[in-house]
Nanobody, 122 residues
């Protein structure tokens, strides 16, 4: 089992920045690909970004490319999502996810965190 706990959400004005963190425990963190998703009210969960176990490979959804950056610190068992130039439409619950497979972590990862709320005011 992999346990994931997100933090860093909150209320921010449009144009501002937030950094989300996700702390992992339970298994060897560096064996897992990590991802970030979000879900807005009334919408489906949306893939945002993924990172390979060693951090060499990253992937982004078009909606956040150039504004969001995923990174990881394997020594701290933590993955981050730096979010810049936030827009009201970025308002959602943000989830981190883990899976050993890089393709699967972007679609149907095996492990999920509980989510953290991000609200962007206009």
């Amino acid at each position: 089992q992999v346990q994931l706990v997100e933090s860093g959400g909150g209320l921010v004005q449009a144009g501002g920045s937030l950094r989300l963190s996700c702390a992992a425990s339970g298994r060897t963190f560096s064996d897992y690909c990590m991802g970030w998703f979000r879900q807005a009210p009334g919408k489906e969960r949306e893939f945002l970004a993924a990172i390979s176990p060693n951090g060499v490979f990253t992937s982004y959804a078009n909606s956040v490319k150039g504004r969001f950056t995923i990174s990881r610190d394997n020594a701290k068992n933590t993955v981050y999502l730096q979010m810049n130039s936030l827009k009201p439409e970025d308002t959602a619950v943000y989830f981190c996810a883990a899976d050993p497979d890089y393709r699967v972590v972007k679609t149907t990862p095996g492990y999920w965190g509980q989510g953290t709320q991000v609200t962007v005011s206009s």
